[in-house]
T-cell receptor
Framework: AQSVTQLDSQVPVFEEAPVELRCNYSSSVSVYLFWYVQYPNQGLQLLLKYLSGSTLVKGINGFEAEFNKSQTSFHLRKPSVHISDTAEYFCAVSLNAGGTSYGKLTFGQGTILTVHP | ETGVTQSPTHLIKTRGQQVTLRCSSQSGHNTVSWYQQALGQGPQFIFQYYREEENGRGNFPPRFSGLQFPNYSSELNVNALELDDSALYLC????????????FGPGTRLTVT
């Protein structure tokens, strides 16, 4: 079975500073990787995904993430954060397989990013 | 293009009761997944429906059941509610293509007392 570990439960940062949210995963088979954002009292919104190809993926709102297969990591980064980036961020994996594995996401525990003025 | 909607937004039930939560998928999406998100936790996969058939299930007991209708709307039913069922229930719809993109609804907050 696959699992996801988000190494920081809370990350406080000042506005315009860079940020990195860390994610490690464990799986015996190849996986697809995702980052979602959840604003208070809302559902999840996809920030970016890695399916194949370039290990550096760019997403919405200036976020990017790098897939590192040897370290089984998929850390999320943003060079300069805004107050509006305050939210909870979830890393998720899905097995790289069709059939009944399609689209089933295993999520990490979440990282609360708080951007201070 | 309409988004994914869920109803109701909130509800309160008593232990032992039954509840039905509803999800209206994004137009043209034939796959719906349901997740349970307990407070302070990440979402956990309950089950998925594809073309009205259950297509995989997470580690949830049989008292969690579902339906998907021909218009691809969906229901999640929970029988014999327990206090630990209190959570945010999210549905996500997708087209089942190589994009693997799923679109989440805003969720239903269930409180069991």
């Amino acid at each position: 079975a696959q699992s996801v570990t988000q190494l920081d439960s809370q990350v406080p940062v000042f506005e315009e500073a860079p940020v990195e949210l860390r994610c490690n995963y464990s799986s015996s088979v190849s996986v697809y990787l995702f980052w979602y954002v959840q604003y208070p009292n809302q559902g999840l919104q996809l920030l970016l995904k890695y399916l194949s190809g370039s290990t550096l993926v760019k997403g919405i709102n200036g976020f990017e993430a790098e897939f590192n297969k040897s370290q089984t990591s998929f850390h999320l980064r943003k060079p300069s954060v805004h107050i509006s980036d305050t939210a909870e961020y979830f890393c998720a994996v899905s097995l790289n397989a069709g059939g009944t594995s399609y689209g089933k996401l295993t999520f990490g525990q979440g990282t609360i990013l708080t951007v201070h003025p | 293009e309409t988004g994914v909607t869920q109803s109701p937004t909130h509800l309160i039930k008593t232990r032992g009761q039954q509840v039905t939560l509803r999800c209206s998928s994004q137009s043209g999406h034939n796959t719906v997944s349901w997740y349970q998100q307990a407070l302070g936790q990440g979402p956990q996969f309950i089950f998925q429906y594809y073309r009205e058939e259950e297509n995989g299930r997470g580690n949830f007991p049989p008292r969690f059941s579902g339906l998907q209708f021909p218009n691809y709307s969906s229901e999640l039913n929970v029988n014999a509610l327990e206090l630990d069922d209190s959570a945010l229930y999210l549905c996500a719809s997708s087209i089942r293509t190589g994009s693997y993109e799923q679109y989440f609804g805003p969720g239903t907050r269930l409180t069991v007392t």
